[in-house]
């Protein structure tokens, strides 16, 4: 098909740039290169110097004294020649070819073509769900390894033998903390509205426009402020701890630090845990209280309602109980969004492909995970009634 379309893109034209080959007196063969190996001029098609290349030469030279221009077109010719010869035991003298070529071809030939390999889909269902679970258990012992891991850190930093610098830390907690407050107080107001929205509009068939603080305060403290928080903070901050730390890895950074003898656990990954654990019940806070300011948004301009009566009711439906559960969620899905990020992060393939790939599902599994543990919560909170 490559030389039909040689061809066809040559035709009408004179050629330009010829290879000849002949015997030698050593028992090979000498290829003259000639003319300008052009894409935009006609050439000798590849596949008619192939095929006088045989499999009783010793070996193949080259004289390229009346070679001119060139450019990949010649570079794509002698890579087929070298596989020829290679397919029939011919020794290719590379040397023999000016530097330009030569290291292009070089280059071309030092790391072999990797072989398509199958996938998954042309097993049978069987074959699929075995590589599927074997994954899944991989990917679970990794996640057990790092938490073990970071679980020896926080031991040690609690003895104060751990080391990072407190300037990183403090650059983490600001770069999770204070700088995500706008998106966080976006969405939290934006969800409050919809609460209060959609509630208010049932509500008010029965006369009770009031409740509307009711279900935003304890729908936001209980559920939606941890939730919404967790799924935005996986998004910026979870894909960024993935990205970061998979940079360092492509860049060798993380194998500097352990040929100098410090722990990548300790320098990189548990004051990004650390700071973001620590942001995450404040934000959560921050979030529920701007929701809290969207409903009444929809309570006061719908329904009249004012700032008293709606404190009121939002104050008389909360309490510690509550307050306190939608806290401890936060703590919790802090730790994921922390320790999916970081991991996926210090695991990503040496490649920029990998990383995007690690940001990715960072993502992916920071918020499958969050959705995950407040199903346990709500399971859990049901059967002992709070």
């Known amino acids: 098909m490559f030389g039909l379309r040689e061809k066809l893109f040559s035709a009408g034209r004179e050629i330009s740039a010829t290879a000849r080959i002949a015997p030698d007196e050593s028992g090979g063969a000498l290829m003259r290169i000639s003319g300008d190996w052009l ?29 001119g221009k060139y450019d990949s077109s010649l570079v794509c010719m002698l890579l087929k020649c070298y596989e020829c010869c290679a397919q029939n035991g ?33 097993k049978n269902i069987i074959g699929r769900l075995g590589h599927g679970a074997i994954r899944a258990a991989d990917s679970f012992f990794k996640q057990c390894e790092f938490i073990g891991e970071l679980a020896i850190v926080c ?4 003895r104060g033998k751990a080391r990072y610098r407190m300037c990183d830390l403090l650059s983490i907690i600001q770069s999770a903390g204070p700088e995500a407050l706008p998106i966080v107080a976006l969405i939290s107001f934006l969800v409050g509205l919809i609460l209060a929205f959609v509630g208010a509009i049932q509500l008010a068939k029965y006369g009770s ?4 603080a009711d279900l ?15 799924i935005v903070m996986s998004g910026r901050t979870g894909a960024a701890f993935a990205a970061e730390l998979g940079s360092m890895k492509v860049n060798e950074e993380i194998s500097a630090f352990r040929t ?6 300790e320098f990189l990954v548990f004051p990004r845990v650390l700071a973001l654990v620590l942001m995450f019940p404040l934000l959560t806070v921050f979030a529920d209280v701007i929701g809290m300011l969207g409903g009444f948004v929809i309570g006061a301009g719908m329904f009249e309602i004012s700032y008293d009566q709606y404190m009121g009711r939002t104050l008389s439906a909360l309490n510690l109980v509550q307050i ?25 393939e040496n490649s920029s492909a990998g990383v995007g790939m690690a940001t990715t599902s960072s993502v992916v599994q920071s918020i499958t995970w969050i959705i995950v543990a407040d199903a346990c919560f709500a399971v859990i909170f049901t059967i002992f009634d709070i």
């Open 39 to 67: 894409l935009s001029e006609r050439r000798m098609p590849s596949t008619r110097i192939m095929r006088e290349i045989s499999p009783e030469f010793s070996h193949l030279k080259f004289d390229t004294s009346a070679l």
């Open 90 to 122: 011919v020794d290719f003298a590379m040397d023999d070819l000016p530097e330009g070529p030569r290291e292009l071809l070089k280059l071309a030939v030092a790391v072999p073509e990797v072989p398509a390999t199958k996938k998954d889909g042309s």
């Open 155 to 158: 031991a040690k930093a609690l």
């Open 209 to 212: 426009q009031i409740f509307v």
């Open 216 to 230: 935003v305060g304890i729908a936001m403290v209980r559920e939606m402020g941890a939730i919404m928080v967790g």
């Open 260 to 265: 100098f003898g410090i722990s990548p656990m």
């Open 324 to 348: 306190s559960t939608g806290f401890f969620k936060s703590f919790v899905f802090g730790i994921i969004v922390a320790c999916v990020g970081c991991r996926m992060g210090m695991q990503s």
